[in-house]
């Protein structure tokens, strides 16, 4: 079983916010930024499985503040966990506005790819190994989020997501 480093999927990504991708109040519209993501993220996850994969699901985005025209939007894109043929990757979206100096962090995200073969058909990726703190820390709690995206999407009982109902458990001790 191959092997890589979260940071060899590291991928910067940079857009400058045009009039065609904002709405009548000059803000970046939040479709094309998560088409940007989408972009940013699926070269992120070829990076780590040296295959095409397709964006299986999306965790939830918030818009926390307004990109305005002109703006220069910068996603960071990064492998935090690889499981059996998916990776999970985690997107931190900066915006900046050049001539006010100004610098936010607008958007975080956290993306699932599935790699697939020449036929379609799903295929193992390479492990993950961590290597900083925050590595490690997205890497440990990349489980409890893919069992919530697999509950949400129908793919798992939450009777057998084990990391959440532990989770749980936990909060209700405190
Ligand atoms: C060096 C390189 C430079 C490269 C530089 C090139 C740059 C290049 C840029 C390209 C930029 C465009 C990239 C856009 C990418 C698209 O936008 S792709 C288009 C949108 N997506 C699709 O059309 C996918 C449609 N869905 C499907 O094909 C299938 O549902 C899937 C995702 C393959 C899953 O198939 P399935 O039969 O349900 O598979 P199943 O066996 O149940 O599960 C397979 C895996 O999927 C996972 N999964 C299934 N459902 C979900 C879910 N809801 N949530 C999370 N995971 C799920 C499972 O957990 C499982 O993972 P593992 O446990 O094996 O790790």
């Not at 045009?18 to 992120?44: E, F, K, Q, V």
């Amino acid at each position: 079983m191959t092997q890589k480093y979260a940071r060899e999927s590291f991928t910067i990504m940079n857009e400058l916010v045009l009039p065609n991708d904002t709405n009548t109040l000059n803000n970046l519209m939040g479709g094309r930024l998560l088409h940007w993501m989408d972009i940013a993220a699926a070269i992120s996850a070829q990076k780590h499985c040296n295959r095409i994969v397709v964006t299986a699901s999306v965790d939830n985005v918030s818009f926390k503040h307004p990109v305005k025209l002109g703006d220069v939007i910068s996603i960071e894109a990064q492998v935090t966990r690889a499981f059996n043929t998916s990776v999970e990757v985690r997107l931190v979206v900066w915006a900046q506005n050049i001539p006010s100096g100004t610098r936010v962090r607008s958007n975080e995200a956290f993306y699932t790819f599935v790699a697939i073969d020449q036929n379609g058909r799903t295929i193992t990726v390479p492990q993950l190994i961590p290597e900083t703190d925050e590595e490690k820390r997205l890497y440990n709690e990349a489980l409890q989020r893919r069992e919530l995206r697999l509950v949400l999407g129908g793919k798992l009982k939450p009777k057998d997501a084990k990391e959440l109902q532990n989770l749980f458990k936990e909060v209700v001790k405190e």
